[in-house]
């Protein structure tokens, strides 16, 4: 007879996915996820050499893939002859990751039942399994350990509110113990596994590899050079409503700000959301000068000095242009949460964003050393810059201890790749 606990994760799977399968009717999400796994043929996996190591990599979305990224790159690239299966629970993940180079094939991740979990690794064979951050899934983890598949959970981070360190999660904490190595990202996660005897080992997140690795080998944008020109350059990016917002005033008070430039790239790059904020930014008519704003997909050589706003309408391409900013702001603290604070950080730049930043290990830590710095409103946000602007110890402080923050924290890709090496 099943224990209680796992009769009630395996009703509350069945309820979880009868819930998706309802949505899928009206909504566009849902039915990818439900349409993706219902459209996948297992038995039409490519055909593997029995030499080649089968190496499984799952992620939950796109935030855990940027996080096994430069994992994966490192294998491929060290260990040509792996075979790699990438998968992903949310569409979100598999439908921008679903022609990854580095990997042999993509798949969705089937609902968590044991005999999804005996079907799927039984097609998949892997010689290992590398779990990303929070993926904890019964039956997968149960089959994992019951074959005697080296099994390891990486960039994990652990707080105490969460299940496995109540009264009442055994069954959770009986997951931790499927996997053969545990990496993860600060002491408090190693000293609350150790607590409950699970053994682990600290590795700084792989991002701060993957973030190092963007800047070393940066695209260059002399359009953007040119538009800076003698200026200071704000660059804002994956903003918000709310964020831009602030934002706009900000651009619109030139009295204070007349030595400035801006760089805008939006979270929603929907043609509707970037007309609406080239229009707010442009239809002030009582600023003098005006506010003059270009696409950057319309930017060119010609014309770039006659500009003060880009907005960014391309994807990718943030990351690189951070390059050439002094102030960073990053979106999303006045609503889902920030967005990544290591991208600007690692370029040395003073980091601004909004009040909810709390689930980002990186934003507090930086505001530990004075090198982001969280706002609440527009006078903040414009007092702010101002002193970055107007104390130029101030700014050399914040900047340096950015990128040396993040140059200290090199080194996770090796841990894992040392790891995983031993099998491969």
């Not at 609902?111 to 979990?117: C, K, L, P, Q, S």
């Not at 730049?349 to 530990?368: D, M, T």
Request: aromatic share 14%.
């Amino acid at each position: 007879m099943q224990p209680a606990s796992l009769l009630l994760y395996n009703l509350f799977i069945r309820l979880y996915s009868f819930a998706i399968f309802v949505a899928s009717a009206f909504n566009a999400k849902a039915k990818l996820w439900v349409d993706g796994r219902r459209n996948q043929r297992l038995d039409k996996l490519p055909n593997v050499d029995a030499s080649k190591k089968r190496i499984w990599v799952h992620c939950a979305s796109l935030g855990e893939f940027e996080q096994a990224r430069p994992v994966i790159e490192k294998i491929k690239t060290d260990k040509p002859s792996s075979f790699i299966i990438l998968t992903f629970f949310s569409p979100s993940g598999y439908e921008i990751r679903k022609n990854y180079s580095y990997v042999d094939t993509v798949l969705y991740l089937p609902v968590d039942t044991a005999e999804n979990a005996q079907t799927f690794i039984s097609a998949i064979n892997p010689d290992l399994a590398l779990f990303v951050k929070y993926e904890f899934w019964h039956h997968y983890l149960s089959e994992l350990k019951r074959r005697k598949i080296p099994t390891v959970l990486f960039a994990a981070i652990f707080r105490k509110e969460q299940v496995f360190f109540k009264w009442y999660g055994g069954f959770f904490r009986n997951m931790l113990g499927c996997f053969d190595k545990i990496f993860v990202q600060n002491k408090e996660s190693h000293d609350l596994l150790n607590g409950i005897s699970i053994s682990s080992q600290i590795s700084f997140d792989t991002r701060f590899d993957r973030v190092f690795q963007i800047a070393q080998s940066s695209k260059p944008f002399p359009d953007i050079q040119k538009f800076k020109s003698d200026y200071k350059l704000l660059i804002a990016g994956s903003t918000w409503k709310t964020d831009e917002e602030l934002l706009t005033k900000l651009v619109f008070n030139h009295r204070d700000f007349k030595g400035y430039k801006y760089i805008i790239a939006p979270h929603n790059l929907s043609e509707a959301g970037l007309t609406k904020l080239q229009y707010t930014l442009e239809i002030n008519t009582h600023v003098d000068p005006p506010v003059n704003v270009v696409r950057l997909s319309k930017l060119t050589a010609d014309n770039a000095m006659s500009f003060n706003v880009i907005i960014v309408d391309t994807m990718g391409d943030l990351s690189s242009i951070y390059r050439y900013a002094d102030i960073a702001y990053v979106g999303g603290g006045f609503d889902a949460g920030i967005h990544n604070v290591l991208e600007p950080a690692v370029y040395g730049l003073p980091v601004i964003f909004g009040p909810i930043y709390q689930k980002s290990a990186e934003a507090k830590e930086l505001i530990e050393i004075s090198s982001a710095f969280s706002i609440e409103d527009e006078k903040q946000l414009q007092n702010l810059v101002l002193k970055l602007d107007g104390n130029a110890e101030f700014m050399k402080t914040a900047s340096t201890s950015a990128a040396d923050y993040v140059k200290q924290r090199l080194g996770g890709v090796e841990d894992i790749y040392n790891c995983v090496v031993t099998v491969i």
